[in-house]
């Protein structure tokens, strides 16, 4: 028979095994909850596992119970955020996103000239639906264009209705006696506006004054205004300095004030000159004087070197200088050679075509390590390009 003392020893045993195999808390999975959480768990107790608002579980076993031996199966589910729908195409405009998971947001924004007519944003819900509708991308546009005082539409096509969209323009022109302050073209902006506005303003210009020797012509008008015009003369033997049309400016001032200047009576009697790069008997071609401006070239003689060179002179307002080299001939000196038919020293076309390098920029066209030696000297430029004449005559 035994003994219910060790009867009741051995039930307790066996309750303190069982109750020492007890299941730790389960593992945390990601985006999931357990009902219920606890720290411990019993030998057949239950737990279910389930997803949070906005994923879905995959794969693996929702529903456990602790197990004798006190350790949890291993659990394979996943819970996954939910997918929504492809948005959509945005016409006139772009969609922005990184992915269509939930709680992900995507943009929308409008090409230039629209805007946007609805949302800029929508969330993927829980349900995976998204938040709001795709939006709409309108187009922008300005009302018809304010008219500023004194003037008038040039050029003005509205693109829908009375309206014009985006980048669309209108050009103004003032009326008569106006000038106008500004851009005569306005823009339709982004902003459903139009960019500043020109302004048109009355110009008065004086009356001409005449010039010295000469006269001017203008409307028999009591005034004077913005592009009106005035023409200038001179008398004879005298030239004109400037323009012959001048215009009156929207500065209320004309646009040129041209002068009459005197020609040049020769003090030479006889001579050969270079004009124009021909050879002319100066008392010729300028019987009646040279005018005001014009540029002829004398002979003159280096009587050590036996050969002529050339010095310029120019009619400026009525007076010239003869070179002081210039020597007149003389007919009844037949014997001697005139400086124009002596033959030309070398040193002084050299000189000639080294000027005209120099004038026309020409030393830029050398061998540049040349150039990038002389440094830009304009001492130097005259040396290289004497060295470069004298290359050229000689070859």
Known sequence: MISPALVFF???????????????????????????????????????YSCQPGYVS???????????????PINTLKCLPRVCPFAGILENGAVRYTTFEYPNMISFACNPGFYL??????????????????????PITCPPPIVPKFAKLRDYKPSVGNHSLYRD???FQCLPHHAMFGNDTITCTTHGNWTVLPECREVKCPFPSRPDNGFVKYPANPQLYYKDKANYGCHDTFV??????????KYGNWSAQPSCKASCKLSVKKATVLFQGEKVKLQERFKNGMLHGEKVSFFCKNKEKK?????????????????????????LAFWK????????????SKRKYMRQIVASNEFWLLDESL????????????????????????T
Not at 307 to 327: M, R, W
Not at 371 to 388: C, E, H, P, T
Request: aromatic letters at 8%; hydrophobic letters at 30%.
């Open 117 to 138: 007519n609805g949302t800029d944003s929508a969330r993927c819900t829980e349900e995976g639906r998204w938040s709001h509708e795709i939006p709409v991308c309108a």
């Open 240 to 249: 004109l300095d400037g323009p012959e049309e001048v215009e009156c400016g």
């Open 307 to 331: 050969c002529s060179y050339t010095e310029d002179a120019q009619c400026v307002d009525g007076t010239i200088e003869i070179p002081k080299c210039f020597k007149e001939h003389s007919s």
């Open 337 to 348: 050679t005139d400086a124009s038919d002596v033959k030309p020293c070398e040193s002084d």
């Open 371 to 394: 150039l990038q030696r002389v440094g830009g000297n304009l001492l130097d430029i005259y040396s290289f390009a004497s060295v470069k004449a004298t290359e050229k005559f000689h």
């Open 169 to 171: 323009t209108a050009v």
């Open 58 to 72: 995959r794969g693996g076993m929702r529903r456990f119970t602790c197990p004798l031996t006190g350790m949890w």
């Open 10 to 48: 051995s039930s307790l045993l066996c309750h303190v095994v069982i109750a020492g195999r007890t299941c730790p808390k389960p593992d945390d999975l990601p985006f999931a909850v357990v009902v219920p959480l606890k720290s411990f768990y019993d030998p057949g107790e239950q737990i279910t």
